[in-house]
């Protein structure tokens, strides 16, 4: 079956760690977003790719950083830098094609600070 | 830039009975898209309708239709015959038309059924 998978489903950071969350999609989507959900709030765009080795910043890019080295994959790197990484992450794609297509969503990453 | 409010943190019905999510959005823009997302325990997002600004007919999707009223700027939700299945997170989105990558999410409501 097609779809996006994310690992960890839960991870744990420590002081001054970065941490890699992992999406791979086999739906040969071009486009692929990372989300951050905070309870209470809506869903923030933090970085998104619409082609391989392309990838543009979000709402709220600071403290993140990502790779787009194959199409299939878009790994999202929580620095140091971001002071409150405690959020729910969601990967994302879309086709790329047409106006108005909906986001196909993984199942998402729990990240909580020690 | 557009922003999407949902103002109904909470809501409840009854097994089997209707009720209605309410969204009003801001934007400047004539063509744009709107989604409406379901967030159930398991966290996954799911697509449960979808609805474009330049028609007039309001989406229907089973029990699930919406009211869109876009002078209004509003894209109301309505589930009818509510099971216990749709309790859930629901996030209202809207896209534009010209940026494929701007999707802008409001804060959603949390519904919960009734048995």
Redesign the interface.
């Known amino acids: 079956d097609g779809g996006i998978t994310q690992s960890p489903k839960y991870l744990f950071r420590k002081e001054g760690q970065n941490v890699t969350l992992s999406c791979e999609q086999n739906l040969n989507h071009d486009a692929m977003y990372w989300y951050r959900q905070d309870p209470g709030q809506g869903l923030r765009l933090i970085y998104y790719s619409q082609i391989v080795n392309d990838f543009q910043k979000g709402d709220i890019a600071e403290g993140y950083s990502v790779s787009r080295e194959k199409k299939e994959s878009f790994p999202l790197t929580v620095t140091s830098a971001q002071k409150n990484p405690t959020a729910f992450y969601l990967c994302a794609s879309r086709a790329g094609t047409l106006l108005g297509e909906k986001l196909f969503f993984g199942s998402g990453t729990q990240l909580s600070v020690l | 830039a557009q922003t ?1 409010t949902q103002s109904q ?1 909470e809501m409840s019905v009854q097994e089997a009975e209707t009720v209605t999510l309410s969204c009003t959005y801001d934007t400047s823009e004539s063509d744009y ?1 709107l ?1 409406w997302y379901k967030q159930p325990p ?6 449960v309708i ?1 609805q ?1 600004a330049y028609k007039q007919q309001n989406a229907t999707e089973n029990r699930f239709s919406v009211n869109f009223q876009k002078a209004a700027k509003s894209f109301s939700l309505k589930i009818s015959d509510s099971q216990l299945g749709d309790a859930a997170m629901y ?1 209202c ?1 809207y ?1 534009s ?1 010209t940026n ?9 409501t949390r519904l919960t059924v009734k048995p």
């Open positions: 999407v943190p898209y989604f398991s966290r996954q997002m799911i697509l979808r474009e996030f989105a896209r038309a494929n990558n701007d999707m802008r999410f409001g804060a959603g």
